[in-house]
């Protein structure tokens, strides 16, 4: 893995892609049967071979592997002319998610007031009651989501915690987090610190209706740091942070992380795939990646990062399909660490490289959602960061392949979004912009891609 700059890397890209393919086709000592088409292994998943750590605090043997709830699968909403009129979670799917998960040795699940528009707790209870697995079998982390300014009061928090309860059908919570402090000191104090909400919570943590108490980050070091300084008196049993190779040096990661540890306080790691992009990144970094391990997704490197670092008590994946669920199950099953050789490559020269193209950086949470204009915020940046990957964001009529990329990314852009959410539909108002926990100015980048849109459209690029 020797240093090499943007472009020496674009000039051997074929070479890896082809060492890829002559791999799969059997050229080499390793066993390439069970991969598919595009490199993925395809193998039995284990079901007992599932890496586990332990929270120092509790005792809890916690799988490596945690399932996310915030991404979960929908389908279609029909009226009873059979027209589409919006769509709702697939909970039979969601179902049979949770007990193949709980079968193969996940026993951590994540979700929020906040997520699937409010509906991600009552699937999560549904599911894991379903599943026939005894509770004391998993562990059930969920939020404090009071975001809203009328829901700063100290009454307002309990009842969305009682509601939690409720709604997840169980009479514990095992991890129980304020939900994304980091919006400044300010935000802190009034959501948590001066209303009483905090020693509420203390209080149910005594009576062991809360087992663990800590919290979700985005945003402001001082925050972060001001919670820490006072660990002797919130005495915090976990941290959830966002960690990931790119981050590591681009962001705050490192920090984050190694405070702590410092402090011996377990990690919970919080979109470890970047809201999917690290699955999907452009083709030249993906054929390095299948150079090094051809078997390998290219997923498995960025859950096989987190899981190397030690002070990582579970890695959250938000697995809306059956075979990311298999793929992460593999990656875990066991987790074979990455070497410090690795480690050290993917959080400089990939890290640097994926930073050479010009994606946004959305994680598809949906925080910003629902837009009161109708947009689909998320989907258009999607399509978009998948545009650059694929090279299909031309810089002028002149590039070589203007008219394929013209047409692929025109094309496809109606297909992700429906025309009355697309980006043209932004007024401005600016709503979105204090929910999203990566700081992109949404009607920014809205604007820009609509312009992009427009001078596709009239052949003025």
Request: a negative charge; proline letters at 4%; hydrophobic letters at 35%.
């Amino acid at each position: 893995m020797k240093n090499m700059d943007r472009r020496k890397f674009l000039k051997v890209a074929g070479t890896a892609t082809a060492a890829v393919a002559i791999a799969s086709c059997g050229n080499s000592d390793k066993d390439f049967s069970n991969l598919d088409p595009k490199g993925n292994h395809t193998g039995d998943v284990p079901t007992d071979k599932m890496t586990y750590r332990t929270n120092p605090f509790t005792g809890d043997v916690v799988s490596l592997l945690g399932y996310g709830m915030m991404r979960l699968p929908n389908k279609e909403l029909k009226n009873d002319e059979g027209e589409r009129i919006g769509e709702q979670i697939d909970q039979e799917q969601v179902n049979h998610l949770v007990k193949y998960a709980l079968d193969h040795g996940v026993n951590y699940f994540d979700t929020s007031p906040a997520y699937c528009q409010g509906k991600s707790e009552s699937s999560t209870g549904i599911a894991l009651k379903a599943s026939g697995y005894d509770r004391s079998k998993y562990f059930i982390a969920t939020k404090l989501s009071n975001f809203a300014g009328h829901q700063w009061n100290l009454e307002s928090g309990i009842k969305m915690f009682q509601d939690s309860l409720k709604n997840l059908q169980t009479d514990y919570i095992d991890y129980l987090l304020l939900h994304s402090v980091g919006s400044g000191m300010d935000n802190l104090n009034g959501r948590f610190l001066q209303n009483g909400l905090i020693e509420y919570l203390m209080e149910q943590r005594e009576k062991g209706v809360i087992r663990n108490l800590g919290f979700s980050f985005h945003g402001d070091h001082g925050v972060y740091d001001y919670l820490l300084a006072n660990q002797d008196k919130y005495h915090w049993d976990f941290v959830q942070i966002q960690l990931n190779y790119v981050d590591w040096h681009h962001s705050n990661a490192k920090h984050l992380y190694e405070e702590l540890d410092r402090l011996g306080i377990p990690a919970v790691i919080m979109e470890p795939l970047l809201g999917g992009r690290l699955s999907k990144m452009p083709d030249h970094i993906v054929a390095t990646l299948k150079q090094q391990r051809p078997q390998d997704s290219v997923a498995s490197w960025a859950f096989r990062y987190v899981g190397s670092k030690p002070r990582v008590l579970t890695a959250l994946s938000g697995m809306t399909y059956m075979e990311h669920l298999e793929d992460n199950i593999r990656t875990y099953s066991p987790l074979t660490a990455l070497t410090t050789e690795e480690q050290e490559w993917l959080e400089n020269e990939i890290a640097n490289l994926y930073h050479s193209y010009p994606t946004i950086p959305c994680n598809d949470c949906k925080y910003c959602m629902p837009c009161p204009y109708g947009l689909d915020i998320p989907a258009i940046f999607v399509h978009y960061n998948k545009c650059v990957n694929h090279g299909n964001i031309p810089e002028s009529q002149q590039a070589a392949n203007y008219e394929k990329a013209r047409r692929a990314f025109l094309i496809g852009y109606d297909r992700s979004v429906p025309k009355l959410r697309q980006a043209d539909h932004c007024i401005g108002c600016n709503q979105c912009n204090s929910h999203c926990p990566q700081r992109i100015n949404i009607p920014r980048e809205l604007t820009r891609i609509d312009q992009f849109v427009e001078k596709l459209k009239q052949g003025t690029l």
